[in-house]
C-alpha cells in the first residue's frame, strides 16, 4: 500500500551553543514483498541495522524508502567560544606570527569559525530514532487509511463476483434442457431412418440417446464450481473483515478464484456461461492486482 510520513525530533543543542533536529521522512508504494531503501548520511551510518530493524518488524509488503537529515541552526546562532579555545587560539596565532612575523591576527569573524568547528557536534542518534519511531506510526496509519478504501474495492469485485455466479446457476439447468430436446430431435430422427433402413432397433438408439443426454448433463454441471466460489468469497469477506496480516492468505484464495473461473469457463456450453466466466477473470484479476500489496 501506498503512503507517506514525516517526523521532526525537537531541538538538540550543541557544545557550540547552536541547535540541531533530525528529520526522518518515508515513502512507501505497492509491492508483493517488502523492499526496504535507506538514504543516510555519513553521520547516521552507524544507525542504519537499528533503522532498518525497526521498520521491518512494522512492515511486511512494499517499497519504502526512508530518509534521514540532520538540520543546524548555523545561520542563526553564534557559537560562544570558551577560554581554552581562545587561549589556544592565542597561542597558536603566536607561534605563528613569531615565524611569521607579517602573518595578520585573526578576525572575530575567524575567531567564531574556529571556535564552531571545533566544538563538538550534538548528539542526534537518539534523536533520530525517535523521530524514526514516530515516523513510522505515521507511515502505518497513511496506509491504514489505504486500506480500508482498499478494503470496500476488494468488497465490491467479492459482490459482483457473486452476481456473476446468481447468473450462471439457473443457465445450467437451461442448457440440458436445451440439449436434451436436440438429442430428442436427434433421437425422431435417426429411429425414421432405421424404421426405413430396418438396421437397428428403436430401444437401443433411445438407450443411446438417453446416455449422450446424460454424459453430456454430467460434462457441463457447474453446481461444484459454483459452489466452492461461494466458499473462497466468504472467506475473502471473512478475512477482509477481519484484519490483520492477511495478505498471504488472500493470495492463496485469489489463485482458487481463478482456478474455478478457469473451470467454468471451459465448462461452458452457451455464450452466456463463456460471458460470465470472462467477467469474472476480469474481477479477480483486478483483486489479484490489489491483494498483492495487502500485508
Not at 571545533?118 to 537518539?126: G, I, N, Q
Not at 513510522?136 to 482498499?150: D, M, N
Not at 428403436?202 to 461444484?224: N, P
Request: charged fraction near 25%.
Amino acid at each position: 500500500m501506498t503512503g507517506y510520513a514525516t517526523a521532526v525530533s525537537e531541538l538538540v543543542p550543541g557544545a557550540a551553543g547552536e541547535g540541531a533536529a533530525v528529520t526522518v521522512e518515508a515513502r512507501a508504494v505497492n509491492g508483493r514483498f517488502l523492499d526496504l531503501v535507506l538514504k543516510l548520511p555519513d553521520e547516521f551510518r552507524g544507525l542504519e541495522p537499528a533503522l532498518r530493524e525497526r521498520f521491518t518488524a512494522a512492515f511486511r509488503r512494499g517499497k519504502i524508502e526512508v530518509r534521514v537529515n540532520a538540520a543546524r541552526e548555523t545561520d542563526h546562532a553564534l557559537p560562544a567560544p570558551g577560554p581554552e579555545q581562545l587561549n589556544r587560539l592565542a597561542h597558536l596565532q603566536a607561534s605563528v606570527q613569531g615565524w611569521l612575523p607579517q602573518a595578520r591576527g585573526l578576525s572575530v569573524n575567524e575567531v567564531l569559525h574556529w571556535c564552531r568547528g571545533s566544538a563538538a557536534a550534538a548528539r542526534l542518534d537518539e534523536p533520530a530514532l525517535q523521530a524514526a519511531d514516530r515516523c513510522i506510526a505515521g507511515l502505518r496509519e497513511a496506509r491504514a487509511r489505504e486500506g480500508e478504501r482498499l478494503v470496500q474495492m476488494l468488497l465490491s469485485r467479492v459482490s459482483r463476483l457473486r452476481e456473476l455466479a446468481a447468473q450462471a446457476e439457473p443457465l445450467v439447468p437451461q442448457v440440458v434442457q436445451r440439449q436434451q430436446a436436440r438429442f430428442l430431435e436427434r433421437f425422431n430422427e435417426a429411429l425414421a431412418s432405421a424404421n426405413a433402413a430396418g438396421a437397428v432397433p428403436e430401444q437401443a438408439l433411445h438407450e443411446r440417446a438417453l446416455g449422450e443426454a446424460a454424459a453430456y448433463a454430467l460434462r457441463i454441471d457447474v453446481a461444484e464450481e459454483l459452489s466452492r466460489l461461494g466458499s473462497h468469497l466468504a472467506e475473502v469477506e471473512r478475512l477482509l473483515k477481519a484484519g490483520g496480516e492477511i495478505g498471504k492468505r488472500l493470495d492463496f484464495l485469489m489463485q482458487e478464484l481463478q482456478r474455478e473461473a478457469n473451470t467454468l469457463g471451459s465448462k461452458s456450453a452457451v455464450l452466456e456461461l463463456s460471458t460470465i466466466s470472462v467477467e469474472m477473470k476480469v474481477a479477480i484479476e483486478q483483486m489479484r492486482e490489489q491483494v498483492q500489496n495487502i500485508e
